[in-house]
């Protein structure tokens, strides 16, 4: 069955660097849109990252140019590298996973603005538990 599992998570400094990964079983995910987020308590869900099938990628303003996703084919991972890391990035962050003719067929696609990081990860059936990241 499909499963993705987090890790990677943990308490870093002001300005320092994670990398969460994401292990992806149970299916080929050959077109698939694939997406960080991350929620704190009492706040609606953020779309962090996303990655198209082609490589395409898109990211929230607020962690541009600090985050970077990317998936290791061949590890079948799915990866958020997190740099100059913020106190206001603390949060659990999940990796979600969807065929991407469901944001095709929603519009406007998975890494497009308006796209798979909208709507609080509505359309993304397949999740992982989590993995906490603090940053102080």
């Known amino acids: 069955h499909v499963q993705l599992v987090e890790s990677g998570g943990g308490s870093v400094q002001v300005g320092g660097s994670l990398r969460l990964s994401c292990a992806l079983s149970?299916?080929?995910?050959?077109?698939?849109?694939f997406a960080w987020f991350r929620q704190t308590p009492g706040r609606e869900r953020e779309g962090v990252a996303a990655?198209?099938?082609?490589?395409?990628?898109s990211y929230a303003d607020s962690v541009k140019g600090r985050f970077t996703i990317s998936r290791d084919n061949a590890k079948n991972t799915l990866y958020l590298q997190m740099s100059n890391l913020k106190p206001e990035d603390s949060a659990m962050y999940y990796c979600?996973?969807?065929?991407?003719?469901?944001?095709?067929?929603?519009?406007?696609?998975?890494?497009?603005?308006?796209?798979?990081?909208?709507?609080?990860?509505?359309?993304?059936?397949?999740w992982g538990q989590g993995t906490q990241v603090t940053v102080s």
């Open positions: 149970g299916h080929s995910y050959r077109s698939y849109c």
């Open positions: 990655l198209d099938s082609d490589g395409t990628t």
């Open positions: 979600a996973a969807a065929h991407l003719i469901v944001f095709d067929v929603r519009g406007p696609g998975c890494t497009a603005v308006g796209g798979a990081l909208d709507g609080e990860g509505t359309g993304f059936g397949y």
